[in-house]
């Protein structure tokens, strides 16, 4: 089976609403997935729109309290 090839450039709408709404409770790895990207450049992107990881996924992933 081949591999996806992974999609590189500017961010659809599409993309930017589905990162909007997966990146603060969904792993990176999940979102990049998702949007077939490179984990690196969702976190760009989402630095580039101000979001962050929401405190319900943090704690679930060890990181809070």
Known sequence: ???KKVVT???TK???NILKKMYPNTS???VAKKLNRKPKS???KASNL???K???YLK???LRK
Do not use: D
């Open 50 to 52: 101000g979001l962050k």
């Open 42 to 44: 969702v976190e760009a």
């Open 1 to 3: 089976m081949a591999k």
């Open 14 to 16: 599409e993309e930017t």
């Open 9 to 11: 450039g500017v961010f």
């Open 54 to 56: 929401g405190s319900k």
């Open 28 to 30: 990176t790895k999940e």
């Open 60 to 62: 679930k992933v060890g």
